[in-house]
Nanobody
């Protein structure tokens, strides 16, 4: 069973920053590309970013590029999402995801965490 544990969500003012973290087992972490999705109220889930063990990175919509940075600490089995210059439209539940294939991850990752809410106030 693959378990993903997110943390770091919360309430922040527009223009502020948050760093989300996601940890899992070493076995899963070593075998998986890791990433993030988000789902805003009333909208479909949206791919945010993904990163492989070796550091190959992919980002989703242009609206997040330059503000969001994904990274991973292979020694800690943890993937991070640094979010800067946050906007009210970034308000969403953010989900950690994992898949053995980074090519698949942006569309239909195999494994999902339970999500951590992020609220950006104006």
């Amino acid at each position: 069973q693959v378990l993903l544990f997110e943390s770091g969500g919360g309430l922040v003012q527009a223009g502020g920053s948050l760093r989300l973290s996601c940890t899992t087992s070493e076995r899963t972490f070593r075998r998986s590309a890791m990433g993030w999705f988000r789902q805003a109220p009333g909208l479909e889930r949206e791919f945010v970013a993904a990163i492989t063990w070796s550091g190959d990175i992919r980002y989703g919509a242009d609206s997040m590029k330059g503000r969001f940075t994904i990274s991973r600490d292979n020694a800690k089995n943890t993937v991070y999402l640094q979010m800067n210059s946050l906007k009210p439209e970034d308000t969403a539940v953010y989900y950690c995801v994992a898949d053995s294939d980074i090519g698949v991850l942006p569309s239909s990752p195999d494994y999902w965490g339970k999500g951590t809410p992020v609220t950006v106030s104006s």
